[in-house]
């Protein structure tokens, strides 16, 4: 079996899916012929990633917030439902609020570590039966270099992705005789294009940061690693860093 046979048809959901990293999985995952749900917080960017992925059939799109038990349990159940099982979890979601932590409020301070490591835990949580019943599947996480390398101003930002890398760590060992294997990306300075779904994949602008296809393109190469394998660890960095 070569590896597109073994993703066309499987069923996948992205979470963050309506633009940058997270639209760049989806299409990928698409390309591979894999059904993908896509999660976002607002619906008229769903909409529009929707209609540029143009995926008919094959793509289905869930308005909500990964923070909150009720929207993700509507998520997995809902894409469940649909397609009958679940292949893979992207956990991609997530939120950047940048202050020194004298300044920061309690508010943002919540909803950071909201989305970024309860709203990951939520989605495994949920998801995890649907992989076993599948027979076993991947779950990746998208994390950040930031949380190995604290910077002032991310505090709540470094905590997040610290403490999701470690989340990653114990599931990968929770559920490997499961068949689930959990991997971890930790990407750099990365271009998302904040110009909406079809900027978010195209060249990078700065001409030196990472590319959100490139984040996508080590997702695909994960999901094609031999069975026996598991490379639970991924970090990115831009090749030529601004100096």
Not at 52 to 73: I, P, S, W, Y
Request: proline letters at 4%; glycine letters at 12%; a positive charge.
């Amino acid at each position: 079996m070569n590896a597109a046979s073994q993703l066309d048809g499987r069923v996948a959901i992205v979470t963050g899916g309506s633009r940058g990293i997270g639209f760049a999985i989806a299409k990928a995952l698409l390309a591979r012929g894999m059904r993908v749900a896509i999660a976002g917080r607002d619906a008229e960017s769903l909409a529009n990633a929707a209609n540029a992925l143009n995926a008919g059939e094959r793509l289905v799109t869930f308005a909500g917030d990964v923070g909150k038990l009720q929207d993700v349990t509507r998520l997995v159940s809902g894409t469940t439902e649909r397609w009958g099982r679940l292949d893979l979890l992207v956990n991609n979601a997530g939120i950047g609020s940048f202050a020194p932590i004298a300044d920061m409020t309690p508010e943002t301070w919540r909803a950071v570590i909201d989305t970024n490591l309860t709203g990951v835990f939520y989605c495994c949580n949920s998801a995890i039966p649907h992989l076993r019943k599948s027979g076993g599947g991947w779950i990746i996480n998208i994390s950040s270099l930031a949380g190995k390398n604290a910077f002032v101003g991310g505090g709540a930002y470094c905590a997040s992705k610290a403490a999701l890398n470690q989340f990653s760590e114990a599931l990968m060992q929770e559920v490997r005789y499961d068949g689930i294997r959990v991997s971890y990306i930790m990407p750099g300075s990365v271009d998302t294009g904040f110009g909406g779904p079809t900027a978010a994949v195209s060249a990078p602008t700065s001409g030196w940061k990472i590319a959100a296809d490139d984040v996508a393109a080590v997702v695909v190469d994960l999901l094609d690693t031999p069975a026996r394998t598991l490379p639970s660890r991924v970090e990115m960095r831009p090749s030529q860093p601004r100096k």
